[in-house]
């Protein structure tokens, strides 16, 4: 059986944390896609082509430390605009979407490019104050400034002409701005619940 569920929504909205609980809970793969524009980012920095970076992509790039930095965001983030970067990786994200017994997949395009398909999307967001002082509880620093790249990186990401950061018609809206990340995820589990209900009559 190949079940897919869709979490978009922007930087540190909770998408990452919600994710996971919910391939744990019910035996999904989970793939985060934006592991893959960040290594891409990662090797541009090292002097790589993006589009041969993305297209030659290999499973160790994955592995590499420091990926998951806010420069290491930032800079996936200005890769993930080059439309040629994004069809580079679109078919090793829809193999893994049909695996077998179910995946999870996290970023900004699944619902709308992806996986248009998917059997659940959820569209986790938050305000951009939320989301910042989340993200500078993780790494310190300047509040102030991890809200002006956070609302940089936004802006950038929901400003693409491909495929920009934006809810599929279809998907379920969840606010995590002032939501528990248990009641984040058990909104999202009785969404997954009620979709293989339906899947199995
Ligand atoms: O989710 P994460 O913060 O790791 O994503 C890093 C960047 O990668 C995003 O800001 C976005 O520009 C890009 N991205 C994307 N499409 C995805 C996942 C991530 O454009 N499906």
Same mark, same amino acid.
């Given at each position: 059986m190949s079940f897919t569920v869709a979490i978009d929504g922007p930087a540190a909205a909770g998408k990452g944390t919600i994710s996971k609980a919910i391939a744990f809970d *019910?035996? *999904? @793969?989970?793939?985060?896609?934006?592991?893959?524009?960040? @290594?891409?980012?990662?090797?541009v920095a090292?002097?790589?082509d993006p589009i041969l970076a993305a297209r030659e992509l290999k499973p160790s790039d994955l592995e590499r430390g420091g990926l998951r930095t806010m420069g290491a965001g930032q800079a996936a983030s200005r890769v993930a605009a080059i439309p040629e970067v994004r069809a580079?990786?679109?078919?090793f994200q829809r193999s893994f979407a049909r695996k077998e017994g179910g995946a999870v997949l996290d970023g900004r395009d699944i619902g709308t490019v992806i996986c248009?398909?998917?059997?659940?999307?959820? *569209?986790?967001?938050? &305000?951009?104050?939320?989301?910042?002082?989340?993200r500078w509880l993780e790494v310190g620093g300047d509040e102030a400034e991890v809200l002006a790249q956070v609302k940089e990186r936004d802006r950038r990401d929901s400003d693409r002409a491909t495929a920009p950061l934006i809810p599929a018609?279809?998907?379920?809206?969840?606010?995590? &701005? *002032?939501?528990?990340?248990d009641d984040a995820v058990a909104k999202a589990s009785a969404l997954i619940r009620e979709a293989i209900r339906k899947m199995n009559n």
């Open positions: *019910f035996g *999904f @793969a989970h793939l985060d896609t934006g592991l893959l524009y960040r @290594a891409v980012g990662a090797l090292e002097g790589k580079a990786l679109v078919d248009p398909q998917a059997e659940v999307k959820l *569209f986790v967001t938050a &305000s951009p104050e939320v989301r910042a002082h989340r018609d279809d998907a379920t809206i969840i606010d995590t &701005s *002032f939501m528990s990340i």
